[in-house]
């Protein structure tokens, strides 16, 4: 049962809060998003292509800027070309495919044996990691709140060395009003809509 069914159940949102460890502040900004249509930060248990049309579905509602390319690695999920050992093209007819052209969305491939190409993704699931290593989690949904928890933190208060010292949410802000065009809705930090 999510923190929402179980706050209506008990009609009290602080207690709902209570029993699973959450404050009424991130508690809320989960029902705003639930509410908006947006889909909170979700946990894909299995790596398949079902997960990974529903993963790019929810990030293009949820992007605030225009998605134009997306890198993905050479997985099942993500491609009918497999066990291939050079850089190829994909043909169009995964169903990862499919959805990017339904979208308008150009879908590359990260030449295989090449991790470095993902370098910056490997490095934050290997943080992501870290996060999950570190702590004991009762449910699922504790483990999606804690996760939620980091990426807020990543995003708005740990400056990044490729960002020139900034965080990701204030370079995007800066991109924006620099580049409105590139953007379809206001950047916000997770934790609440700020100027």
Same mark, same amino acid.
Request: hydrophobic share 30%; with cysteine.
């Given at each position: 049962?999510?923190?929402?069914?179980?706050? %209506?159940?008990?009609?009290?949102?602080?207690?709902?809060? =209570?029993?699973?460890? !959450? $404050?009424?502040?991130? @508690?809320?900004?989960?029902?705003?998003? @639930?509410? =908006? &249509?947006?889909?909170?930060?979700?946990?894909?248990?299995?790596?398949? +292509?079902? /997960?990974?049309?529903?993963?790019?579905?929810?990030?293009?509602?949820? +992007?605030? !800027? %225009?998605?134009?390319?997306?890198?993905?690695?050479?997985?099942?999920? @993500?491609?009918?070309?497999?066990?291939?050992?050079?850089?190829?093209?994909?043909? &169009?007819?995964?169903?990862? $495919?499919?959805?990017?052209?339904?979208?308008?969305?150009?879908? =590359?491939? +990260?030449?295989?044996?090449?991790?470095?190409?993902?370098?910056?993704?490997?490095?934050? /699931?290997?943080?992501?990691?870290?996060?999950?290593? #570190?702590?004991?989690?009762?449910?699922?949904? $504790?483990?999606?709140?804690?996760?939620?928890?980091?990426?807020?933190?990543? /995003?708005?208060?740990?400056?990044?060395? +490729?960002? %020139?010292?900034?965080?990701?949410?204030?370079?995007?802000?800066?991109?924006?009003?620099?580049?409105?065009?590139?953007?379809? %809705?206001?950047?916000? /930090?997770?934790? &609440?809509?700020? #100027?």
């Amino acid at each position: 049962m999510s923190v929402l069914e179980l706050a %209506k159940e008990l009609g009290n949102v602080a207690e709902a809060c =209570r029993q699973r460890g !959450m $404050d009424t502040t991130s @508690f809320y900004e989960w029902k705003r998003r @639930f509410q =908006r &249509g947006g889909s909170p930060s979700r946990i894909y248990p299995t790596q398949t +292509a079902a /997960n990974a049309r529903r993963f790019q579905r929810d990030l293009e509602r949820a +992007a605030p !800027m %225009k998605i134009t390319r997306v890198l993905t690695d050479n997985g099942k999920a @993500f491609t009918d070309r497999l066990f291939g050992l050079r850089k190829r093209s994909p043909t &169009g007819q995964h169903e990862f $495919d499919r959805l990017s052209a339904d979208l308008g969305i150009e879908h =590359r491939l +990260a030449p295989p044996m090449r991790p470095q190409t993902n370098g910056r993704v490997e490095r934050f /699931n290997g943080r992501i990691e870290d996060v999950l290593q #570190s702590h004991r989690f009762r449910s699922g949904e $504790d483990l999606e709140q804690t996760i939620l928890r980091y990426v807020h933190l990543y /995003n708005s208060q740990l400056p990044q060395s +490729a960002l %020139k010292g900034r965080t990701p949410i204030d370079t995007l802000k800066d991109w924006q009003r620099q580049r409105p065009e590139m953007f379809r %809705k206001r950047v916000c /930090n997770h934790a &609440g809509c700020d #100027s």
